[in-house]
């Protein structure tokens, strides 16, 4: 085991300013409003999406079913949990009679400053501008609660994410270093 530090992007938003232009949901896809019994939903699709990710490493609750239960207990227990800011995004084939779950965005805030939880998109779903619509629903959810400015971070090498907040408007504040102890393999 070896401690390795990762670089990571603290990027902001000013919501004084008007939100991006609401993007078009694509067909058969559905946004789900927080609600209390969707917890262990919102848990799996959150695995789902970072198990095998770069985060995972940065975050090791997110490589386990057990931490994303427990990380998404402890966002909606803190006292800043807004509710919502918080969306599960659903695809729902033509022929299905269930959901696929495959999107998840929470939001907390203290002293009136928001902070976006977790951006999750499965894999096969990436690239049909869904991040741009959780992103969209999460920041009009602070706005609607009177948030002034979001936040959230992203690991540096995670270029599209970047890329994809940079565009939506958000702005590179600071860079901060996360130490996570993670095992070496010989080769």
């Not at 198990?51 to 090791?60: G, L, Q, R, Y």
Request: charged share 25%; aromatic share 12%.
């Amino acid at each position: 085991m070896g401690i390795v530090y990762f670089r990571r992007f603290r990027m902001e938003i000013d919501l004084a300013d008007p939100l991006f232009p609401q993007p078009a949901m694509p067909p058969n896809y559905r946004l789900a409003a927080w609600d209390d019994r969707l917890l262990e939903t919102h848990s799996e699709t959150k695995y789902k999406c970072f198990h095998w990710e770069m985060d995972a490493n940065v975050f090791p609750s997110l490589s386990t079913r057990e931490g994303c239960r427990r990380l998404m207990t402890e966002i909606t227990r803190r006292p800043g949990f807004v509710p919502q800011s918080t969306w599960l995004l659903d695809y729902w084939p033509t022929d299905a009679r269930r959901p696929e779950h495959c999107g998840t965005i929470q939001g907390v805030a203290e002293d009136n400053i928001g902070a976006i939880q977790n951006v999750g998109i499965l894999p096969e779903h990436r690239g049909k501008g869904l991040g741009s619509v959780l992103l969209w629903h999460s920041l009009a959810g602070f706005k609607a609660a009177g948030i002034d400015r979001v936040f959230l971070e992203v690991t540096a090498q995670n270029s599209g994410a970047c890329r994809l907040y940079e565009r939506l408007g958000f702005r590179r504040t600071k860079v901060v270093y996360k130490a996570s102890e993670v095992a070496y393999s010989e080769v």
